[in-house]
């Protein structure tokens, strides 16, 4: 765990950092929609189009919480609720992977 120390602190730093993006104008990068893409590059791309037909349903639609949605309670609420999740994801993800493999196998253990 020593060894790791200053992933661990990284990763704290970037959650803490992530709500600036409630501040920032415009889309996220990398979240842009069929018609953003377009505007960008003068066309969509066919893969993206078609795969953009096929994903339908996502759990927290634009990061709303139905019950809260149009106030910006909802979106912040949302949008936090969508980070802790990934989090708890990322972090129980590296958990389980760090549990499969033990330290000693791969020198770690200090």
Excluded: C
């Amino acid at each position: 765990m020593k060894r790791y120390k200053y992933l661990w602190v990284a990763l704290a730093v970037m959650i803490f950092i992530t709500p600036l993006g409630l501040l920032a104008a415009g889309t996220a990068w990398g979240e842009w929609g069929t018609e953003e893409v377009g505007e960008m590059l003068g066309y969509i791309p066919e893969g993206m189009e078609e795969l953009s037909e096929s994903w339908t349903i996502a759990p927290m639609t634009d990061y709303s919480i139905s019950l809260l949605n149009g106030s910006f309670v909802g979106e912040a609420a949302g949008y936090i609720l969508s980070a802790v999740a990934g989090v708890l994801l990322v972090i129980g993800i590296i958990h389980f992977i760090g549990k499969m493999v033990p330290a000693e196998q791969e020198g770690l253990n200090e």
